[in-house]
């Protein structure tokens, strides 16, 4: 039997063992949610910072089912990321010498809106997924969610909160890993390292885990930790294109904070004081008119432009008739690839209402705010919230390996689907809408402190440099954070396929 045919099969055959492992990761927080503190409950376990139970799971399940070859290859990071690492250590090749792959999937969740996924499905629990099928209000379902598969196809379905974001792509990845170890006597590891990375904190600070694990790890590591290729497993769906793309890019963003301090006053009397609500909506509206003119905005034909909108503010006030002491408003700032964040800071910086807003003799200060909240280890973050976007070359080996991928090995076992949403035996390959972990892995084409071999055929778009990355994964971008998230189980397959089957077709690219 081939590498491309023994793949095709276990990935076909471990289908029910996916499923099963899906739905307990996603069931998980429900033994703590409802769970006094003071009994080890925690009413926040499964989001950001709060995955302990959920990675300890997927720690022990990934030893039991032999997704490592011993139980030292899998354990956390510093930062409370769950890694695991196979290989093949009798192919007679020098660690230094290996393709060093990197799966990376994150395990938080938004937050579950239980009562609201009780009233609206009927018959959906975040948790515990289908729990009546009787009473299930299909017709909210299909309104609400961007695709469905014809009713008679709903018996494939994983529901729950998580089960397409990103929750199946982990599960994808512990698979995979399994795959590998049981074809290594047909080269599936061959000079092959694969660092499986089930991430925390994304959802609250993406890329923000392995941000760490760049600041933290790879200074001074060797040939064998540095990734030559990344592989995201975040949901590569369309409703209206097709299921399990293979996507190459994304725009990034970053959060731009303003804080325009005045002076305080009675109402009555403005002149007495500063008002920074006046001045601050200045800034606001000029923002957004040059916005609107396209003034200081990249762009990139692939991912398309970047953009700017106002999306959250408060107030410090003494009272509602009086002028307040402070306003703090942030944009949201989506970075396409190659825009440069502090030039972007700096646009907001320069604007002329923000010189008026300082000549009047008000405060403002513009910033990238920080996230520095501990992950479920207790180790910060301590990174500012900016996340770069990212473009790997169609062209690029580590795409074309992909795509082989998915021919060789997805594309035989893929069955028929309908619908806009459906698979496709076709690889199609296109961006993310949304971000992924994939933002926390540039660094700045400045930053000469992390020494990478030309060997690793890293990307460079003249701000960033980092490692090639693609991404495939289950579920549909337009189902994500919505009530009645779910996943096709069928889309497994080709994913688990095509993770399984990349390393050596990556490897044999390279030479």
Not at 23 to 50: F, K, M, W
Not at 122 to 144: H, M, Q, T
Not at 385 to 406: F, K, L, M, R
Request: some cysteine; aromatic content about 8%; charged content about 25%.
């Amino acid at each position: 039997m081939t590498l491309d045919s023994r793949i095709s099969e276990l990935a076909r055959k471990y289908r029910p063992l996916a499923i099963e492992i899906l739905q307990e990761t996603i069931r998980v927080p429900a033994d703590y949610v409802d769970r006094p503190e003071e009994a080890g409950g925690d009413p926040l376990c499964g989001l950001s910072n709060h995955e302990g139970p959920r990675v300890e799971y997927l720690r022990a399940k990934i030893v039991e089912i032999g997704a490592v070859e011993k139980p030292e290859d899998v354990g956390f990071d510093t930062f409370g990321n769950l890694v695991w690492i196979v290989q093949d250590r009798t192919d007679g090749i020098a660690a230094a010498d290996k393709t060093v792959v990197y799966y990376d999937g994150h395990t938080d969740t938004v937050k579950p809106l239980r009562n609201r996924w009780h009233e609206a499905t009927g018959g959906l629990d975040p948790y515990d997924g289908l729990v009546d099928a009787s009473k299930l209000n299909k017709e909210f379902l299909r309104s609400e969610l961007g695709f469905l598969p014809p009713d008679d196809e709903w018996h494939h379905l994983v529901w729950g909160r998580g089960s397409a974001d990103q929750l199946s792509g982990v599960v994808s990845q512990v698979i995979a890993t399994k795959i590998l170890l049981e074809t290594r006597e047909l080269g599936s590891l061959r000079g092959v390292i694969v660092r499986s990375y089930a991430t925390v904190t994304e959802e609250d600070n993406d890329g923000g885990s392995m941000m760490h694990v760049k600041r933290h790890e790879w200074p001074g590591a060797g040939a064998d930790v540095i990734p030559d290729a990344v592989i995201l497993t975040e949901g590569t769906g369309c409703a209206r294109l097709g299921a399990v793309g293979i996507y190459r890019g994304q725009r990034g963003r970053m959060q731009i904070e303003v804080e325009v301090t005045g002076k305080s006053c009675h109402g009555s009397m403005p002149w007495e004081g500063r008002n920074p609500l006046e001045f601050g909506a200045a800034i606001i509206v000029e923002a957004a008119e040059r916005y609107r003119k396209g003034v200081d905005f990249g762009k990139d034909e692939f991912l398309g432009g970047g953009t700017r909108t106002a999306s959250w503010a408060t107030l410090q006030s003494p009272s509602d008739c009086a002028v307040p002491e402070r306003f703090t408003f942030r944009f949201d700032r989506r970075l396409t690839a190659g825009e440069d964040p502090q030039k972007a800071l700096l646009h907001v910086e320069t604007l002329e209402s923000v010189k008026k807003a300082r000549e009047a003799g008000l405060q403002v200060v513009v910033r990238a705010p920080y996230y520095d909240e501990p992950s479920w280890r207790g180790t910060k973050a301590d990174n500012p919230q900016i996340y770069p976007g990212w473009v790997t070359p169609e062209d690029h080996p580590a795409i074309v390996a992909a795509v082989d991928a998915y021919k060789s090995c997805a594309a035989p076992i893929i069955e028929p689907t309908t619908g806009t949403g459906a698979m496709k035996k076709e690889p199609r390959v296109a961006r993310w809408i949304f971000s992924t972990d994939g933002v926390g892995y540039p660094v700045p084409v400045s930053d000469t402190s992390l020494k990478v071999s030309e060997k690793k055929r890293w990307v460079s778009d003249g701000t960033f440099k980092y490692p090639p990355m693609l991404g495939i994964g289950p579920g549909h971008e337009q189902n994500t954070h919505k009530i009645g998230e779910n996943i096709d189980s069928r889309e497994f397959d080709p994913v688990i396929a095509t993770l399984a089957r990349f390393p050596s077709r990556l490897r044999e690219l390279k030479g």
